[in-house]
């Protein structure tokens, strides 16, 4: 090794394992994964050591496959013992023995599923099948949508600058009956992915709740393609969360250092220490717990309660990112009217507040502006001051508002 190159070594602990599930042992694991590594300007070079270690909790090694095509595509050089390669290679089933190869051939196939896009789902929900085909159609439709809501998840905010794709990987115990999985990223996580449309999220504990909630997702306020939004309703992890409760089961979501455990008995969060680069979600099901599964009422029953709790956290404001749904140049004004008819007009008639974020925007055409906001302006008049707030616009936009302001109300 050149003195120009500078060597790392990752031991993997002692005791590398999930233990029974509680926050602190996720904080231990998570304590392992450095993402603090960047560019530098000499050659850093990774050594993996698993001289004090071992996988007796199988669930990790996707963790670390993940973690160590991170550190190679961060421009860093990887380099595995030949203990190492047998530790990995023992986990996935290959016999593959450069990294490059064993993440870019697509031998991790045998055990370790990618999920890159939505071919790549609809191949996961096949796989999956195999592990409910005993067990009826109830509980094959049942985990076939828990298991599709949690991966269209993934495919939004498991995006990254890398293009390192999710992992999926299937456990079974034979003799427990049990059924996990787990599926992982390196993605933006959840906070980032909602504050595309809920900006004002502070931790990725309150994101990873919020995202509990029905019709809560990053898509909603985006320029999307209809596609999209039909398939992403928001309902994603909601529905995901109920189906877990009702099958008796357990879901643990890790996104940045939040942590957040559904039990059958109820949810609980905690802020780690540590933290994961990304998002994983694990689930643990006792398989034919539940005698007499019923898919379509249990269905029903997560509906009604989504449409219970709409009713109930509806919104006393109207919050509307501009370049969301605009871009840097807000210039479409025939866009403008329909958001002004769908979601501005409705909202004055309900006596809502309603706020205007042009954070990002560098320029709003008047006409844009006019169309949007005039006939707002006109049905509150004075009150109109009070009840449309505008923040983060440059001195340009912010004068041709206030300029809308006062020719729509200065007749009063």
């Known amino acids: 090794?050149?003195?120009?190159?500078?060597?790392?070594?990752?031991?993997?602990?002692?005791?590398?394992?999930?233990?029974?599930?509680?926050?602190?042992?996720?904080?231990?694991?998570?304590g392992f994964f450095d993402w603090t590594v960047k560019k530098r300007d000499s050659a850093i070079k990774f050594a993996v050591d698993f001289a004090r270690g071992s996988f007796r909790d199988e669930k990790?090694?996707?963790?670390?496959?993940?973690?160590?095509?991170?550190?190679?595509?961060?421009?860093?050089?990887?380099?595995?013992?030949?203990?190492?390669?047998?530790?990995?290679?023992?986990?996935?089933?290959?016999?593959?023995?450069?990294?490059?190869?064993?993440?870019?051939?697509?031998?991790l196939n045998n055990q370790l599923l990618f999920i890159n896009n939505s071919d790549d789902r609809e191949k996961a929900l096949e796989f999956g099948n195999k592990y409910t085909e005993k067990l009826g159609i109830e509980y094959e439709k049942?985990?076939?949508?828990?298991?599709?809501?949690?991966?269209?998840?993934?495919?939004?905010?498991?995006?990254?600058?890398?293009?390192?794709?999710?992992?999926l990987q299937f456990f079974r115990n034979e003799e427990t009956n049990e059924l996990s999985f787990i599926i992982a990223d390196v993605g933006i996580g959840i906070k980032e992915h909602l504050r595309q449309s809920h900006p004002n999220l502070a931790t990725d504990v309150e994101a990873i709740l919020l995202s509990l909630k029905p019709e809560t997702s990053g898509t909603f306020g985006k320029e999307t393609s209809s596609y999209q939004i039909k398939n992403n309703m928001g309902v994603g992890l909601f529905f995901s969360s109920n189906f877990v409760q009702?099958?008796?089961?357990?879901?643990?979501?890790?996104?940045?250092?939040?942590?957040?455990?559904?039990?059958?008995?109820g949810i609980d969060s905690k802020e780690l220490e540590n933290q994961w680069k990304g998002t994983f979600v694990y689930v643990k099901i006792q398989l034919g717990?539940?005698?007499?599964?019923?898919?379509?009422?249990?269905?029903?029953?997560?509906?009604?309660?989504?449409?219970?709790?709409?009713?109930?956290?509806?919104?006393?404001?109207?919050?509307?990112?501009?370049?969301?749904?605009?871009?840097?140049?807000?210039?479409?004004?025939?866009?403008?009217?329909?958001?002004?008819?769908k979601y501005i007009l409705p909202a004055i008639?309900?006596?809502?507040?309603?706020?205007?974020?042009?954070?990002?925007?560098?320029l709003a055409t008047h006409?844009?502006?006019?169309?949007?906001?005039?006939?707002?302006?006109?049905?509150?008049?004075?009150?109109?001051?009070?009840?449309?707030?505008?923040?983060?616009?440059?001195?340009?936009?912010?004068?041709?508002?206030?300029f809308i302001f006062d020719r729509n109300t200065s007749n009063i």
Request: charged share 25%; no cysteine.
């Open 246 to 265: 009702r099958l008796n089961a357990d879901m643990f979501i890790v996104s940045g250092n939040g942590f957040v455990h559904i039990s059958p008995t």
């Open 289 to 341: 717990l539940i005698p007499n599964l019923n898919y379509q009422k249990m269905m029903q029953e997560i509906k009604n309660k989504m449409e219970t709790e709409n009713k109930m956290s509806e919104p006393k404001n109207l919050y509307i990112n501009i370049k969301n749904y605009f871009g840097s140049y807000a210039e479409d004004k025939e866009h403008a009217k329909k958001i002004r008819d």
């Open 367 to 402: 006409s844009l502006l006019n169309a949007m906001l005039a006939t707002p302006i006109t049905r509150l008049g004075l009150s109109a001051y009070k009840k449309i707030k505008v923040i983060n616009a440059i001195p340009e936009i912010r004068e041709m508002i206030d």
């Open 60 to 107: 990790l090694i996707l963790l670390l496959i993940l973690y160590l095509e991170y550190l190679r595509r961060n421009e860093s050089s990887l380099f595995l013992s030949e203990n190492s390669n047998k530790q990995i290679r023992s986990g996935v089933k290959t016999q593959t023995t450069e990294w490059e190869t064993i993440f870019e051939s697509g031998d």
């Open 1 to 30: 090794m050149s003195s120009e190159e500078e060597l790392i070594k990752l031991e993997i602990p002692e005791s590398f394992t999930f233990g029974d599930f509680g926050a602190n042992d996720f904080d231990r694991v998570l």
């Open 142 to 167: 049942t985990l076939r949508h828990l298991l599709n809501e949690l991966l269209y998840n993934t495919l939004e905010h498991g995006r990254n600058g890398h293009k390192i794709p999710s992992l």
């Open 349 to 362: 008639n309900e006596d809502k507040m309603l706020t205007l974020d042009f954070e990002g925007v560098i």
